[in-house]
């Protein structure tokens, strides 16, 4: 999701949104190296987990298992209930309405700072006093996701490469066709808000960057990963960046940047400019983009909760695989009954920054994980090595602690709430089962 409502166009970047980008390309890109590295050293699924847990102990492993499947299972809400904003403008453009109260969820009405949404908390049907609001597009597109993940990976493999497709031909058509609609006199005020919009910026576009990650939890069905997971990691990365700075910087010169507050602000961009039908188009690349990314998230949380079943920090059924298509079932079936419950009531904005926090906290132990490997096993084989591995690891990880801390303080008290009960669950349960432990006897 380029970006995520508007929001960070209109309250916190302006059109120096592009400067977050490059700010969170290169964050990304210095964790993106030591994911490569630990990938091409230590192919298992479980991303971040089995890194920590080979390279920091079980402890630490945990933590940072607990905050994956924070970002995959909120960060998953969150897209979904984007996705059924844009499903739902596509609706409208064919004069298809669906009640109001089937669209939103109870949260986003709660806290909506729009008088029609908000209202809904009035309006809506009723059972026993309580308002019924329930995102239901955002709900059977996760369970069809569920659904398509269950059947396999070559499956999967084949439908996301054909959203990659059309999403990469609709962005190229939004480019081409609103850079000619560029108004520069729109990229003034460049950085509304200074240095700190653009730091709050990064924190909440993030999101945008979540799900390169994604490939190395697949690690164990990857062929060559010593060669492939470097590449496709780095690769992915800096196509990413690319494109995002470019959509960026065409989308903030077509309109004022305070017009793009949307649920669909590439969309609404070209509509304000009088481009009605690429603005059709462009919301339909937006559906079909939002399925990619729920592929990628819904692909990447059961096989975390795998690595740490495996490895006994959870019970048995979460490391059990299918027979005959060698996906974790329970987990995918599990996890995904579970997303789809949290978006028919989810607001998206609410979430973004949970997702964010959980993320940077895993890129930031993996950065350290890297130096303390080298550190201890100087000599094991290490098919990529990151380059000038003291600087890069370090600035890696303080980096992604800096645009941590632009995030809000509410964020920072449910991430830590988050990790407490994390930590209870382990205690109680993980290393009383954790097969290093008894195997240690």
Request: charged residues 10%; hydrophobic residues 55%; proline residues 5%.
């Amino acid at each position: 999701e380029i970006l995520p409502d508007g929001v960070v166009v209109r309250y916190g970047a302006g059109p120096a949104l592009i400067v977050s980008f490059i700010l969170l390309g290169f964050v990304c890109g210095l964790a993106a190296l030591c994911y490569a590295e630990l990938a091409s050293m230590i192919p298992q699924a479980g991303s971040a987990y089995a890194y920590s847990y080979a390279t920091l102990g079980e402890l630490v492993a945990w933590i940072i298992g607990w905050d994956l499947i924070l970002e995959y299972a909120v960060g998953n809400v969150a897209v979904a209930v984007a996705w059924s904003g844009y499903f739902n403008s596509l609706l409208t453009a064919f004069s298809i309405h669906l009640p109001d109260w089937t669209t939103h969820g109870y949260r986003a009405a709660l806290l909506s700072s729009d008088p029609a949404v908000h209202g809904l908390l009035q309006t809506a049907p009723r059972i026993a006093g309580i308002p019924i609001l329930l995102n239901i597009p955002a709900f059977l597109i996760v369970m069809i996701i569920t659904w398509l993940l269950m059947r396999g990976v070559r499956e999967t493999a084949r439908a996301n490469n054909i959203m990659v497709v059309i999403k990469l031909l609709v962005l190229t058509l939004f480019v081409v066709v609103g850079a000619m609609h560029i108004d520069t006199s729109n990229y003034v005020p460049f950085a509304p808000n200074g240095w700190r919009g653009i730091h709050q910026g990064a924190a909440i576009v993030f999101f945008a960057y979540i799900g390169f990650d994604a490939i190395s939890t697949a690690a164990e069905e990857t062929k060559n990963p010593q060669r492939n997971l470097p590449i496709g990691i780095l690769g992915g990365l800096a196509i990413c960046t690319v494109i995002y700075i470019i959509v960026g910087a065409v989308a903030t010169g077509i309109v004022p940047y305070q017009q793009l507050k949307a649920a669909d602000p590439l969309s609404r961009a070209l509509t304000l400019a009088g481009l009605g039908t690429a603005s059709w188009i462009v919301s339909l690349g937006a559906v079909i983009s939002l399925t990619a990314v729920l592929l990628v998230f819904q692909y990447g949380q059961p096989r975390i909760f795998f690595a740490m079943g495996r490895d006994g920090l959870l019970p048995p059924w979460a490391a059990k695989v299918h027979h005959k298509s060698r996906v974790p079932h329970i987990t995918t079936l599990v996890t995904g009954i579970a997303v789809a419950i949290g978006a028919l009531v989810a607001d998206e904005n609410e979430i973004y920054d949970l997702t964010n926090i959980g993320t940077l906290s895993a890129f930031a132990i993996v950065c350290i994980g890297v130096l303390v490997l080298r550190i201890r096993e100087p000599e094991r084989p290490r098919p990529f090595r990151v380059p000038f591995v003291w600087a890069t690891t370090l600035v890696g990880a303080s980096a992604c602690i800096y645009v941590m801390f632009g995030l809000r303080a509410r964020a920072w008290e449910r991430f830590g709430i988050w990790l407490l009960i994390g930590i209870v669950i382990y205690f109680a349960y993980g290393c009383r089962h954790s097969t290093l432990r008894r195997s240690r006897g």
